[in-house]
């Protein structure tokens, strides 16, 4: 299992927009094959930058929802949204303290 962080910065105006359309995706995209968890996160300093972190069970399956229909209809409504080119990590998870 790995961790895919994704970072995104929305101008203004399209918060709301994309937490709509995030909020109609967020099961579908939770519920993609090899995906066990899915977070949003929004930055305290800055409400524009928002961070995706997920959990997969495999580099293909995390390839597979990229290669899906769900996907692309994701990512072809939040890009249009961006006033910045968007990051993306693929971490594996070193240890974890509780």
């Not at 099961?27 to 066990?36: L, Y």
């Not at 409504?77 to 990590?89: G, M, R, V």
């Amino acid at each position: 299992m790995f961790i895919r962080i994704v970072k995104m910065s929305f101008h203004q105006e399209n918060i709301s927009k994309f937490l709509e359309n995030f909020d109609l995706m967020k099961e579908k995209i939770r519920n993609s094959e090899g995906n066990r968890y899915l977070e949003l996160y929004q930055d305290k300093n800055n409400p524009c930058i928002f961070f995706t972190y997920s959990f997969w069970e495999t580099e293909q399956d995390l390839e597979n929802y990229r290669q899906s229909a769900l996907f692309d209809e994701v990512w072809t409504f939040t890009k249009k949204l961006f006033n910045d080119k968007p990051e993306a990590w693929s971490v594996d998870k070193i240890a974890t303290l509780k």
